[in-house]
Nanobody, 119 residues
Framework: QLQASGGGLVQPGGSLRLSCAASGSIFSINAMGWYRQAPGKQRELVAAITSGGSTNYADSVKGRFTISRDNAKNTVYLQMNSLKPEDTAVYYC???????????????WGQGTQVTVSS
């Protein structure tokens, strides 16, 4: 239902762009976001964007990461610049989707994509 891509190995200071596309019988998509989980740590919110385009970011990524969405493609992006070793983690997309014929919205998780920042 959610297909994430774009992870990989990058040197400190480099950039990556993550994508996450939702598929299936979608009536509407509300909030979309990215979380990450480093080894031995809890999953944390990195960035989120509402259907209206309002965004919020974790303090650790402000000024370096940008979240955006393409509603026509049901896709959310995370542009990551000036990457640091501490950004190394598995990144998960998360979206709040209302399916066709269903009255309530539900959260869906992508499969996770590994981002490794290392020289």
């Amino acid at each position: 239902q959610l297909q994430a891509s774009g992870g990989g190995l990058v040197q400190p200071g480099g950039s990556l762009r993550l994508s996450c596309a939702a598929s299936g019988s979608i009536f509407s998509i509300n909030a979309m976001g990215w979380y990450r989980q480093a080894p031995g740590k809890q999953r944390e919110l990195v960035a989120a964007i509402t259907s209206g385009g309002s965004t919020n970011y974790a303090d650790s990524v402000k000024g370096r990461f940008t979240i955006s969405r393409d509603n026509a493609k049901n896709t959310v992006y995370l542009q990551m610049n000036s990457l640091k070793p501490e950004d190394t983690a598995v990144y998960y997309c998360n979206t709040l989707i209302q399916r066709v014929g269903v009255l309530v919205s539900e959260y869906y998780w992508g499969q996770g994509t590994q981002v490794t920042v290392s020289s």
